[in-house]
Every structure is written in structure tokens, then in C-alpha cells.
């Protein structure tokens, strides 16, 4: 018998915030029109003023402290510890009870005013104004750049990768705010990403008998498959439970749309 399902602590509830989300980049699109920033390895924070959630709508037990910081402007970033450092960073804000130490190794890394007017460009301007004025090293600016080919786009996404980065992010210079999937913000990464929705888990044979062979999962289109391959043994012992949203990465699709060679990356937090 598999092990019980993960258990998240239970958390303040609201409905889930409206957020912009990627799609993937085109090879063959021209960068110009785009501020270019690196594609963090955080978690997806969003603060209200007074309040600081997860993408659900949860809101993340940050102690007092740290969210006396920060403006009563709107704000939309990553928390993010360093590259690499997903897992760590993950443990540290999903506790329902902070821990100060842990947390003073975090920060916020913002890149959005939501709802605010204006250009993506020109509200850049006004979060970098903003950062500067709250002067806490906890709150940073997302830095953004432009490149000016396909060829000098691919250097700086190599240069990322090997350092250890995840990919780059391209943000439309002259877009108004706005939400949902849009091609306005384009992710460029080695390999693609998606989320997907658990429906079931698959019974291990062999070495994982006993435990988690695979997660069924179910895509917003309508795709369902198995996902077994990028599981850690404490994954396997005990699975995201069913309804949770998992990121999986893939290197192409199928005519039919289904992703190619896809492997579990991480639970989506606050889920």
C-alpha cells in the first residue's frame, strides 16, 4: 500500500490571485521587443499590501518581521533563496510556523506592480524606484536587460545555464498589465515546462514495490499520462496526493499534443 498522501499544513484560504503566466518561447522570435530577465528558481510569491500568498490564494506564514518590510504597493515576485536551491527554499516557506533564521537566508525578488498602468517598461521604472525607497536587502529588483538577436538571446541563456541558472523569462516592453497565459511573457529554457493535475497513483513494481511507480496526471487540454521518471525515493514513499498540481518538464510534444519524454520536477506550492 502506498503511504499517506502529503499532508500541506493548513493555512489562511482566499480565492487565487490573478497572475500573467508564460508560454514558451519560439525559436525565431525577434528579442528586441522584450526585457529579458533570468527565469528564477523561487516560489512564486504575491503580495497584496498586507498579505503574502502563493499562486492558490494560501497565504504563506512569512513572520512578522519579514512582511513589516515590505510597501503597502501590490507586488508580484519570486521568493528565492540561490540557483539550485529550489527544494531548500521550498521547506523554508511552506511551514506552517516560521523559522527566523531560516527565513533571514530569504528574499524577495520582485519584477511586477499588478493592476498598475502603464508599460511593462514603464513599470519597471516605478518598481526600481520603489526598491531603491524601501532600501531593505531582502527586497530586490528583478534585474531586466534587452538583446538585440536570436544569437546574442542564446548566448545569455547558455551563460545562465551554466552557472547554474534555470532559463530566461522575455517580458513584452510595451504591455499593459495583465493575467492569465499569455504570449506577452515567454519562458526560454534547455526544456519546456508544464503543469499538470495528479488523478492517480500508479502501484511500483520491481525495486518500488510497495510504493509510487508513477503519478497519472491530467493536462489542461485534456492530456492524461504517467509520470514517473524524476521522482525522489521520498516522493515515491509518499506521493503528492491526488488534486495537487505538479510542474513536469518535457523536450517536445506529440502530433496529438502529448509532451515527450516528460519527468517530474516539483509540487506546486500552496496547492
Request: proline letters at 8%; glycine letters at 8%.
Amino acid at each position: 500500500m502506498l503511504a499517506a498522501s502529503l499532508c500541506l499544513p493548513a493555512r489562511a484560504r482566499s480565492e487565487a490571485p490573478p497572475v500573467l503566466l508564460a508560454q514558451d518561447w519560439l525559436p525565431g522570435t525577434d528579442p528586441s521587443p522584450y526585457l529579458v530577465s533570468e527565469k528564477l528558481d523561487g516560489v512564486r510569491a504575491l503580495w497584496d499590501g498586507s498579505v503574502l500568498r502563493f499562486r492558490s490564494g494560501q497565504t504563506i506564514a512569512a513572520p512578522a518581521w519579514f512582511v513589516a518590510k515590505l510597501p503597502t504597493t501590490p507586488l508580484d515576485g519570486e521568493l528565492w533563496l540561490a540557483r539550485g536551491q529550489f527544494d531548500v527554499l521550498s521547506g523554508i516557506v511552506r511551514k506552517a510556523k516560521p523559522v527566523d533564521d531560516e527565513w533571514r537566508r530569504v528574499s524577495y525578488q520582485v519584477f511586477e506592480l499588478p493592476g498598475a498602468p502603464g508599460s511593462f517598461a514603464q513599470r519597471h521604472e516605478r518598481l526600481q524606484a520603489l526598491v531603491k525607497s524601501v532600501n531593505w536587502p531582502a527586497l530586490q529588483l528583478v534585474v531586466q536587460f534587452t538583446v538585440d538577436s536570436n544569437k546574442a538571446l542564446k548566448a545569455r541563456l547558455d551563460q545562465v545555464v551554466q552557472a547554474g541558472g534555470e532559463g530566461l523569462v522575455l517580458h513584452r516592453a510595451d504591455a499593459p498589465y495583465t493575467t492569465g497565459r499569455s504570449a506577452v511573457l515567454l519562458k526560454y529554457k534547455p526544456v519546456s515546462d508544464a503543469e499538470a493535475v495528479v488523478t492517480g497513483h500508479v502501484p511500483g513494481k520491481g525495486k518500488y514495490a510497495g510504493q509510487l511507480g508513477a503519478l497519472q496526471v491530467k493536462t489542461a487540454d485534456g492530456h492524461s499520462f504517467k509520470l514517473g521518471t524524476g521522482l525522489s525515493d521520498a516522493q515515491r514513499r509518499n506521493p503528492p496526493p491526488i488534486g495537487s498540481t505538479v510542474t513536469y518538464t518535457y523536450r517536445d510534444k506529440t502530433p496529438s499534443g502529448k509532451p515527450r519524454f516528460a519527468a517530474f520536477l516539483r509540487v506546486r506550492d500552496g496547492v
